[in-house]
Every structure is written in C-alpha cells, then in structure tokens.
Nanobody, 124 residues
Framework: QVQLLESGGGYVQSGGSLRLSCAAS????????MGWFRQAPGNERVFVAG????????DYPDFAKGRFSISGDNAADTVHLQMNNLTPEDTAVYYC?????????????????WGQGTQVTVAA
C-alpha cells in the first residue's frame, strides 16, 4: 500500500508563490506516476499536474501551464509542485495522488492512492 505525505500549503497574497511537496512510501512497482489535484469548496476535484517519475514526462491542464511546475525525484519517490503568480481562484485543498500507470491520466478515478490534502489560500 502506497502512502502519501504532503507538505507546503499555506497562505499567500495574490501574485505570490508556494511550493508543495509530497513523499511516497510503499512503492513496489514501475512505472510510477505522481501528481496533484485540487478541490475548492463546492467544486469537483480537478487535475493540476502529473509526472512520470521514471522518465520525467509531465502533463498539465491549460490553467496550470506557465504558472505551475511539477518536478520529481525517482530515487526518493518525491514530487514538488511549484506554483507561481497565484490568484484567489487557486484557493483550494491540494491533494497528492499516485498510481502505477503507463500514462498520466487527468481523471480522478485513474489514480489509486491519495494524500490527506493541504490547504492553499490565496488572498486578494
């Protein structure tokens, strides 16, 4: 069973930056993908970024391109999400996710493991 531990959420002013981290334990197979989703109150959980740890392939939805950057350490089973130029619309609980897969899916049902979530609040 893979367990995920997130860190790095918090409060930031609009235009600011935050860096989230997620460490996985219990990984037993390859290929292994890790990613981030977010969920604002009353909204569905949506894909933010994903990375294939074995080759560094990444994927982002349109709203994250150019502002968010995901990086990973395959040996340490750790990913980081650098978020820049944040706006109040980025306020949400951010969840780390992981799966054993050959591609990076953007729908929640394809991810097997989830962290507890970390709050990101962006003030206007």
């Amino acid at each position: 069973q893979v367990q995920l531990l997130e860190s790095g959420g918090g409060y930031v002013q609009s235009g600011g930056s935050l860096r989230l981290s997620c460490a996985a334990s219990g990984r037993t197979l390859n290929p292994f993908i890790m990613g981030w989703f977010r969920q604002a109150p009353g909204n569905e959980r949506v894909f933010v970024a994903g990375i294939m740890l074995t080759d560094g392939q990444t994927d982002y939805p349109d709203f994250a391109k150019g502002r968010f950057s995901i990086s990973g350490d395959n040996a340490a089973d750790t990913v980081h999400l650098q978020m820049n130029n944040l706006t109040p619309e980025d306020t949400a609980v951010y969840y780390c996710a992981a799966a054993f897969d050959l591609e990076i899916p953007q729908h929640t049902s394809a991810w097997s493991f989830w962290g507890q979530g970390t709050q990101v609040t962006v003030a206007a």
